[in-house]
């Protein structure tokens, strides 16, 4: 891994936090599901797990072969010294067993939602290893220099609620569960896509911040996770292919709705290919600009939509 596609941001637009380019897939070949990239497809695994006799090729994570995460994690860290936050991410369980069952990218998850019913077992099986070898990877990344671990379950949002309760959340809770046992005062955010049916059942996972993707209205979804918990989020990514002053303003509604407190500002999602460079610069410009006292002063007592 080149550690240059996390420098580069850093240097160009000076976040608060900064991030390695990698991969939710990274760690898979280091406890046994070895995969290709294919231009057209995406990630490939040629051996999708479907059954007990699938399952005997996992083994305990090997970070060692993870070296090279660690070192970029390590480069970064000394690179932004203390002026920024460097983010580590691992993907959750079940999003890492989608692909690992489906044999890559799906539009339908047919296969991984009948394994539910047909083969539970396995899939459970497939489950928790994933969810030790996920635990594992997140403290590694943690002893190499990252401050925050985010958990992306970016497929998680496919699923019915009550099917996310059964087959993601138990184990979330229990990667939690281990990285604070480990690292209690590492912040641990939590990121589903399409996320807003599920908010009230994610508060309870132990993370510190839930993000909202940009399909949530963020003062909706500030009332619906209460003050206790602190949210992330949730331009629109498309808003940075539009007028400079159309961002400024939206920017400017999220943080207002999001309230004065325990708000991380931030997309709803990830830049999208293509996005203009002007464009990040002029969020973080903005960001960097917002005032407490013009924001929130002489409104919050007004508008029923901050959260106080």
């Known amino acids: 891994m080149d550690d240059a596609p996390g420098r580069k941001p850093w240097k160009a637009f000076r976040p ?11 760690p898979l070949p280091a406890f046994g599901v070895d995969f290709d990239i294919e231009e057209v497809r995406g990630p490939v695994i040629h051996s999708p797990i479907h059954s007990e006799e699938g399952l005997k090729v996992l083994h305990p994570i090997d970070l060692d072969r ?3 995460v660690g070192d970029s994690l390590k480069i970064l860290r ?3 010294g203390g002026h920024a936050a460097v983010l580590g991410f691992v993907g959750a369980p079940w999003t890492i067993a989608t692909y690992i069952v489906e044999g890559g990218t799906t539009r339908t998850y047919t296969t991984i939602k009948s394994m539910c019913h047909t083969a539970p077992h396995v899939l459970r099986t497939l489950l928790s290893h994933l969810t030790q070898a996920i635990a594992d990877y997140a403290i590694f990344q943690v002893e190499s220099g990252a401050h925050c671990i985010q958990i992306f379950d970016s497929w998680g949002g496919q699923l019915p609620p009550e099917m996310w309760e059964c087959w993601s959340k138990s184990y979330i809770k229990e990667i939690v569960n281990l990285v604070k046992k480990k690292c209690p005062e590492v912040p641990i955010v939590l990121y589903i896509n399409g996320n807003g049916g599920l908010l009230e059942r994610m508060k309870d996972t132990g993370v510190d911040v839930i993000g909202l993707d940009w399909t949530v209205d963020m003062a909706d979804g500030r009332r619906r996770l209460g003050s206790g918990i602190s949210v992330q989020g949730n331009v629109d990514p498309a808003y940075l292919f539009s007028p400079l002053d159309a961002l400024t303003e939206e920017i400017q509604r999220v943080v207002r709705c999001a309230g004065p407190r325990r708000h991380i500002l931030n997309l709803g999602h990830g830049v999208l290919v293509g996005t203009p460079e002007e464009a990040v610069a ?12 013009t924001l929130f002063q002489n409104n919050t007592a007004k508008d029923p939509n901050l959260v106080t």
């Open 16 to 26: 608060d936090g900064v991030i390695i380019f990698s991969d939710i897939l990274t």
């Open 66 to 68: 993870l070296k090279f």
């Open 78 to 80: 000394r690179e932004v």
């Open 282 to 293: 002029h969020f973080f410009e903005v960001a960097r600009s917002l005032q407490f006292e």
